[in-house]
């Protein structure tokens, strides 16, 4: 038997490199997505940190890199990397568990918010003892 080919040719679409520049859900997306790389850098602190405090230099070394300008202003950004992926991490959960609890997704988003802040609290009040 012989087998039916077609001769023409077949429609592959083009996708550039960059096609997810042309739509702003894509664009946050990709922001979103982009908030791994300042919680690389915090977590190579608190590393660092762990390091300095096996060596007895938590004081001299890792105290003066933190007071750096630098890593100021690249912990800020982690933070802020943070508080974004927080807020859309608690809408996105709210959506997806209110189709298989039958909660309303604003009750699951402000109860993911305020339990966010309250252990925001607990941290802050348990690093000044």
């Not at 750096?68 to 809408?91: G, K, R, W």
């Not at 109860?111 to 802050?124: A, E, N, P, R, T």
């Amino acid at each position: 038997m012989s087998e039916l080919t077609s001769k023409r040719k077949k429609y592959v679409r083009e996708i550039t490199p960059t096609w997810w520049k042309s739509w702003d859900f894509y664009k946050f997306y990709m922001l979103r997505e982009a908030t791994a790389l300042p919680t690389v850098w915090f977590c190579l602190v608190l590393l660092k940190g762990v390091f300095a405090l096996g060596s007895n230099t938590f004081e001299t070394g890792f105290v003066e890199f933190l007071q750096n300008p630098i890593v100021v202003i690249l912990n800020l950004i982690s933070l802020a990397a943070l508080l974004l992926h927080a807020f859309t991490l608690f809408n996105m959960t709210g959506e997806v568990m209110s189709g298989t609890t039958g909660i309303k997704a604003d009750v699951i988003k402000k109860s993911l918010q305020g339990l966010f802040v309250v252990v925001s609290i607990l941290g802050l009040v348990l690093a000044f003892i």
